[in-house]
């Protein structure tokens, strides 16, 4: 590890248990979820929304129709927001680009050779680069995670950087794989290790592993991004992923943002929900009736 990046890394505390956590979120669950189970907050989640398709089966057609959907939302529900974000593989970069009416939709990539990141960099900055260049605002990347296992963060912080030089001016997200990474101090670890290689966003899962998105790796997350911002000033937002399955879970990862980053998160900018399925139980508890929209 090069000094400077031991330098950075230590300005942090990474002296905390996973017994800590469970404790801390056991709390915000009993103490603050219910304050926030209103219309409102499930109208502002809905705009949280990043609409995910990263299936096997994903073709040109059914990601059109997909992207349809959403021009769609808009006609037949002009008072809700409409989601924040479409998700596909780079390959379909051009095809939401060239079917998405919506402004203020983006699109974004998962990239980097996801779901593994088991690629070469070269092999990564191209995919990376045709995925900006066919359309994509925003990328999502995965972490080199048994990299950063076996202790080479330098490596791991390199490959941020030069991909984040890729991506230019667009959003990148990194995904931590949390569910591997199995400790509290580890995934505090890899928050600020992102943070401090480019990440604009830092991601929880791919969505392809268990466990995915818990509460008690949204909680440790968030304080690294408090912790980072305490110390740099710079903003960075947060992307809860896989294993979303229900409205309680949504209502779970805002609590954990307001208790812990504050207001200033509580946009559609700074906190992101990658999901599929949750667009629709949303949908259906705003509407009062079960609506299967998208």
Request: charged share 25%.
């Amino acid at each position: 590890m090069t000094k400077q990046i031991e330098e950075a890394m230590a300005l942090y505390n990474y002296d905390i248990t996973d017994a800590q956590v469970q404790e801390a979120v056991k709390k915000i669950i009993a103490e603050k979820v219910h304050e926030n189970d209103t219309p409102e907050v499930k109208k502002f989640l809905m705009g949280s929304v990043e609409l995910t398709t990263l299936k096997t089966t994903d073709s040109e057609e059914s990601v059109m129709a997909f992207t349809e959907r959403v021009n769609k939302f808009d006609e037949e529900y002009p008072e809700l927001p409409h989601v924040a974000t479409i998700c596909v593989y780079p390959c379909f970069a051009k095809t939401v680009s060239e079917t998405l009416e919506i402004d203020g939709v983006e699109i974004a990539c998962v990239s980097g050779s996801f779901p593994s990141s088991q690629a070469l960099l070269e092999v990564k900055v191209a995919e990376t680069a045709l995925a900006v260049k066919d359309g994509a605002t925003e990328i999502d990347i995965v972490m080199s995670v048994g990299k950063f296992l076996s202790g080479d963060y330098e490596t791991v912080a390199d490959e941020i950087s030069e991909l984040k030089a890729t991506c230019g001016d667009k959003k990148m997200k990194v995904i931590l794989e949390t569910g591997c990474l199995k400790t509290a101090q580890n995934i505090k670890k890899a928050s600020i290790l992102s943070m401090y290689a480019g990440a604009d966003y830092i991601k929880t899962s791919t969505g392809k592993l268990e466990p995915a998105a818990t509460p008690e790796a949204a909680y440790v997350m968030c304080q690294a991004i408090k912790e980072y911002y305490e110390k740099t000033g710079i903003q960075i937002g947060f992307k809860p992923a896989g294993g979303l399955n229900s409205v309680m879970d949504a209502l779970i990862m805002y609590t954990i943002v307001k208790e812990v980053l504050g207001e200033k998160w509580l946009t559609n900018q700074w906190f992101r929900m990658g999901t599929s399925r949750l667009a629709n139980l949303l949908l259906s508890e705003v509407v009062g009736k079960e609506t299967k929209f998208f």
